[in-house]
């Protein structure tokens, strides 16, 4: 994949440095680029500039628009291509509890006393309850959150 983005990254700065570009080629490989490529941000910048670059082709009267659209696929190339440094795209992974816990906007990482839990479940529901325009799933969650924590051994069934 990245032989293969450093290859249209090649051909679309040849392009774009070319004094009179050859639009039926930057449209070729447009088309190239919104067929393969596995970024979604890419794709939709080359299948939105592959009408104009088209049209440019057949025309002079639509070069500038034409640069304008390959300048566009040119920055999308670039993110695309771009190293990725730090927890971008990780996907966290978050236990029940812990999920219950941000639910109910309580403490993660400590013991937790049973009123504690309670007066959490009281503060949330003020503005999750239906009766005070809230939605009736959010509070069937909220509802759930609290009762798993009070009671974590109970099992479902």
């Known amino acids: 994949m990245d032989r293969t983005y450093s290859l249209w990254k090649q051909a ?25 490529s596995e970024d979604e941000t890419l794709r939709h910048a080359a299948s939105q500039a592959l009408p104009v670059l088209r049209a440019a082709s057949l025309s002079r009267g639509h070069a500038d628009a034409a640069r304008r659209r390959l300048s566009l696929v040119r920055d999308a190339l670039h993110g695309a291509a771009a190293p990725r440094f730090g927890k971008r795209g990780v996907v966290e992974k978050v236990t029940v509890e812990e999920r219950y816990r941000r639910i109910l906007g309580l403490p993660l990482h400590r013991r937790l006393a049973a009123t504690e839990i309670h007066q959490a479940f009281k503060r949330a529901a003020k503005t999750v309850h239906p009766d005070a325009g809230g939605n009736g799933d959010a509070f069937v969650a909220l509802a759930e959150a609290r009762d798993a924590l009070m009671h974590p051994n109970k099992k479902d069934g």
């Not at 679309?12 to 393969?36: H, N």
């Open 12 to 36: 679309v700065e040849r392009l774009w440095q070319a004094a009179r570009p050859d639009w039926r080629q930057a449209a070729r490989l447009i088309a190239e680029i919104a067929a393969g």
